[in-house]
């Protein structure tokens, strides 16, 4: 099992905004998971409308929350306190709370991803909190399939997330935000090689693919840092799940995009996110292994299965 981080590794996190980590969890592990998550993402409770009939912008992948709801091997991914503490290294805090945890999948055919920065939407404040400039959330991407070069995984633009402008409350940013700012990124080739290169924020910065990936490889970023995937050309599905962790005492913003006062409820604008679906993961004293605890969030389970949503 890979984790705790080195130092080294910590260090490059923080001046690039992403890292690959080879083998999070087993291959096996990984290639098992697909199952749910590809059931999960057909049953989708949360849209219902079939591919064709989606946008341009729907139709990049699709995406669907909650896994740990829905099947008990999400939720030993979602819940393990080993990758939480991995997080929480980046962050320099101790133990981070769950923010969510999504299943992704890029069907075949499925479009390239724009360039975007993942934090426009989530509607959170923390700059009360001393993070480590350009850290906010760390969101956890992991292959649940090998991807060979031509497929790969999601490409990054290295000290992006130290650009100005991600310290956003309002989501008012759309999908094509960066690339409309930046339209040599929108113009740049995917996939990339270690070569590429983009004009960001004043300045010069490489751009990362990581690219021949096997299922149980993850890539970690932050909320600010930009980044893009290349389409999917084979005939095969490229399903990914994704864990994504907040520094305790993370608030929901003032003025959050409407979708997620859905998400938050029953917290409201202002109110520290440390409810019964953000539980408490990864600290010093929690073992670090992937066995779920009894957590609070059990809670939010019953209250799912039971219809309730709100109950929790
Ligand atoms: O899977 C993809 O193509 C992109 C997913 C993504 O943008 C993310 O997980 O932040």
């Known amino acids: 099992m890979v984790g705790p981080l080195t130092e080294q590794q910590v260090d490059d996190f923080r001046r690039d905004g992403h890292m690959l980590v080879r083998g999070l969890i087993g291959r096996d592990q990984a290639l098992e998971l697909a199952e749910p998550i590809l059931r999960l993402l057909r049953e989708n409770p949360y849209d219902k409308r079939p591919w064709h009939e989606r946008g341009p912008y729907d139709r990049v992948y699709d995406i669907s929350g909650d896994t740990y709801l829905f099947d008990e091997r999400c939720r030993r991914v979602t819940f393990s306190d080993r990758i939480a503490r991995m997080a929480a290294q980046l962050l320099g805090t101790n133990g981070v709370r769950l923010f969510f945890d999504e299943a992704v999948n890029k069907p075949a055919p499925g479009a390239p991803t724009p360039w975007h920065r993942d934090g426009v939407f989530w509607g959170i404040d923390q700059r009360h909190l001393g993070l480590p400039w350009g850290m906010d959330c760390i969101r956890i991407w992991i292959a649940l399939a090998d991807l060979p070069p031509e497929v790969g995984g999601m490409a990054f633009v290295s000290g992006s997330h130290r650009v100005e402008g991600q310290h956003f409350t309002n989501g008012a940013w759309g999908w094509m935000h960066e690339g409309e700012r930046y339209p040599k990124l929108r113009d740049l080739p995917l996939p990339a090689d270690h070569r590429e290169r983009a004009w960001v924020g004043g300045k010069e910065r490489p751009v990362v693919n990581y690219t021949d990936l096997r299922a ?97």
Do not use: W, Y
């Open 216 to 312: 149980g490889d993850a890539t970690f970023h932050t909320g600010g840092t930009m980044h893009a995937a290349a389409a999917n050309a084979t005939m095969k599905n490229r399903p990914a799940m994704v864990v994504c962790h907040m520094a305790p005492g993370t608030r929901m913003a003032e003025d959050p995009p409407e979708i997620q006062r859905t998400i938050f409820a029953p917290a409201t604008p202002g109110d520290v996110l440390d409810g019964p679906k953000h539980p408490l993961l990864g600290t010093a004293s929690a073992p670090s292994s992937d066995q779920p605890r009894h957590l609070a969030t059990d809670a939010a389970r019953v209250a799912h299965t039971s219809g309730n949503e709100n109950s929790d």
